[in-house]
């Protein structure tokens, strides 16, 4: 049995622990809150954004729209988004899970060749694939620090120029979308080229092209795709603070059930000691008389 200095070190030691991850809780749920109206904010928006542009390329001339081009898929770009730091439970780890599923399920023969490229957001991500020897263009690890619209378009503004220039025939994106404090969907989209809406119907006379329709190309379709890179962005952080806030909530009670433990062990131990000590003066006792 542990001696009663060892067991109060090891309750002093989890006391600790349990104050830390009391305040790492605390503090995701403050960012959560944030974090949270601003992606609820965003998603009416860029859904709205996003149904307007799979119809507007489906009514365009055939090769007007650069970014719905379907080629041979020669040459792949994963974009896998994850955190910056861990403690947020297994957030990370379904994100590389659902990245390495996808690269070598469906993406297997572009990954032998070479052809298959990883783009990196968050330095969990960075770290994981570097590591592993998978073939990473760039990353964006600090587009969690002080995140914007700014970096996300340029991250997005890498992205599309590839895509135009033929480094890269489509564009996946894996990420966690926020449902609730407690549940992350990972999601896998294609992010390019453009898919058009469903249906064979025409849809060029539902919209009035002003000033033209290569103005509409320019500003309207490159902003989309912007807005639908920062949409994903922004659910993965929600979901991450929130992944770490039940992480933590988890961990405060898990020091909970330690120190129960242990404190019944602490008991145990200084009344056997005690027990101990009656016992010795006791035999003492007898002996002198």
């Known amino acids: 049995m542990a001696n009663l200095k060892e067991v109060k070190n090891r309750i002093s030691s989890v006391i600790s622990t349990q104050q830390i991850t009391k305040a790492m809780k605390m503090v995701a749920a403050a960012k959560l809150r944030k974090a949270q109206d601003r992606i609820l904010q965003m998603r009416p928006y860029a859904q709205k954004l996003a149904e307007v542009l799979e119809n507007v390329s489906a009514g365009l001339e055939a090769g007007a729209n650069k970014y719905s081009l379907d080629r041979e898929e020669n040459h792949i770009l994963i974009i896998a988004i994850s955190s910056d730091r861990g403690l947020c439970g297994p957030f990370n780890t379904n994100i590389f899970k659902a990245a390495v599923n996808l690269i070598h399920e469906k993406y297997e023969t572009q990954y032998k060749a070479g052809d298959l490229t990883v783009l990196t957001i968050g330095k969990k991500s960075t770290e994981f694939f570097k590591k592993r020897k998978y073939n990473v263009v760039d990353d964006f690890s600090d587009m969690f620090h002080h995140l914007s619209f700014a970096k996300a378009r340029q991250a997005a503004g890498f992205v599309m120029q590839g895509y135009r220039e033929e480094k890269f025939d489509k564009v996946e994106i894996v990420y966690n979308e926020f449902k609730n404090v407690a549940t992350q969907v990972i999601r896998t989209e294609q992010f390019l080229p453009i898919k058009e809406a469903e249906g064979e119907q025409d849809m060029s006379n539902d919209y009035i092209f002003q000033p033209s329709q290569e103005v ?51 008991n145990q131990t200084r009344q056997a000691a005690i027990t101990k000590e009656i016992l010795e003066i006791v035999a003492g006792a007898e002996a002198l008389g």
């Open 216 to 266: 509409l190309i320019e500003e309207l379709i490159p902003k989309s795709l912007k807005v639908q890179l920062y949409k994903a962005i922004l659910e993965s952080n929600a979901s991450e603070h929130g992944a770490r806030m039940t992480a933590m909530d988890k961990a405060t009670e898990n020091a909970d059930e330690i120190l129960r433990d242990l404190r019944l062990t602490y």
